[in-house]
């Protein structure tokens, strides 16, 4: 099987860079630079066109160069022989647009000709911050094996901000739930795509399972017996008021069990001018030793489930994807690890096709990672060694 890699980025006014032209190579790659002058921004480019979103800022707006309206970043592929340039504009306003060899199409389509797992710093809030960084995580990698699914979230979401403003208008004026006939309207469209958001996720927490806990062992070098479980709204848990909520949806009528939930809550909703049930408010729940992580696990047992939870994702996506392997990049994460994890997460990360490397500091980066090295200073591309 050919796997896809990135043999050139370019970005026009994306972040600190006004012009950027980046050559990459298979196998290692290594952005060397002080902190702060754009090596995160060059990994955070690939990503973005494989996953549509930013391992940084949950809105685009920032990635666009102070003083520009729209950012752009193009990165040519190779598949075996074949070569595919993928480019997306990223606007501060109105939609972004995107093209494939030059042809315009949905943004949506884009996670179709590359796939992406990165490590990063920011990786420890999946485990120890709120709700919404492991729900951005779970939705990410659902879009990286079903690229569909970019749109079902994206409608989800845009129906979820109509209902949620009809309610808070309905509050504003004092209305009650007789006097909403539309109210029906929106429930049934956040049901319908809120039950395939639902279902798409418990697939994949069941499917991430046996990978998470293999990855855990060879990087913890210990079996804690790591699980992951969602804590569902529409089953009675409300995870983004509770940090100990952990109601398990039971198997069945998940469409049932929404419309039921959206009953039951309506009139604290219209109370409160909020939708509080739907798969916007559920978690992902991690645990190790049967106690979860959020709480009780401590740091190199955090980074450990975080960088599993990594891993576990870019071996899913080489056993089920006919693009190969994923881009593996490693976003100044060596910084943060002890020696041990260092040499082990090198070990497992090492025989992807494609591997692309950040750090401030070249000797924190283990030997069989130092690959093609790429010099970054202030916003610009400074030298190149091939190794």
Do not use: C
Not at 280 to 293: E, F, N, W
Not at 309 to 334: C, E, T, Y
Request: aromatic share 4%; charged share 25%; net charge negative.
């Amino acid at each position: 099987m050919n796997t896809v890699i990135v043999e050139q980025l370019s970005l026009v006014d994306f972040r600190n860079y006004e012009h950027a032209e980046l050559g990459l190579a298979g196998g290692a790659n290594l952005l060397v630079g002080r902190n702060g002058q754009g090596k995160t921004n060059l990994a955070e480019a690939v990503t973005y066109l494989a996953t549509l979103g930013s391992h940084r800022v949950s809105v685009d707006a920032p990635l666009v160069r102070s003083g520009a309206d729209a950012a752009i970043v193009r990165a040519r592929l190779a598949h075996g022989e074949r070569r595919i340039v993928l480019e997306i504009q990223i606007n501060k306003q109105g939609s972004n647009k995107a093209r494939v060899g030059g042809a315009p199409v949905r943004t949506a389509e884009l996670p179709r000709y590359a796939q992406v797992v990165l490590f990063a710093p920011e990786d420890l809030q999946i485990v120890r911050g709120d709700p919404s960084a492991r729900r951005r995580f779970a939705d990410q990698l659902l879009v990286q094996r079903t690229p569909r699914m970019a749109g079902v979230l994206g409608d989800y979401d845009r129906v979820l901000r109509q209902r949620t403003a009809l309610l808070k208008s309905a509050r504003a004026r004092g209305l009650r739930a007789e006097s909403l006939p539309t109210l029906d309207v929106w429930d049934d469209k956040l049901v319908a795509l809120g039950t395939e958001i639902i279902e798409a996720r418990a697939r994949l927490a069941r499917e991430l399972h046996p990978p998470l806990v293999a990855a855990y062992a060879a990087i913890a070098g210990a079996d804690h017996s790591p699980e992951l479980e969602w804590a569902s709204s529409i089953a009675g848990a409300d995870p983004e008021e509770d940090d100990d909520a952990t109601t398990a949806l039971a198997a069945g009528d998940t469409a049932e069990a929404f419309r039921t939930a959206l009953a039951a809550r309506r009139s604290a909703e219209l109370d409160r001018g909020v939708t509080l049930v739907g798969p916007h408010r559920d978690d992902l729940v991690l645990r190790i030793h049967s106690l979860p992580v959020k709480g009780y696990a401590s740091h190199g047992e955090s980074w450990s489930v975080a960088l599993a939870l990594r891993l576990a994702s870019a071996q899913l996506l080489r056993a089920d994807s006919m693009l190969g392997d994923p881009i593996v990049i490693l976003d100044d994460v060596f910084a943060e690890l002890d020696v041990d994890r260092r040499a082990r997460l090198a070990g497992l990360v090492v025989d992807f096709e494609q591997v692309i490397v950040t750090a401030a500091v070249e000797a924190d980066v283990p030997d069989g990672l130092r690959g093609r090295t790429v010099r970054i200073e202030s916003g610009r591309i400074r030298g190149v060694d091939d190794d």
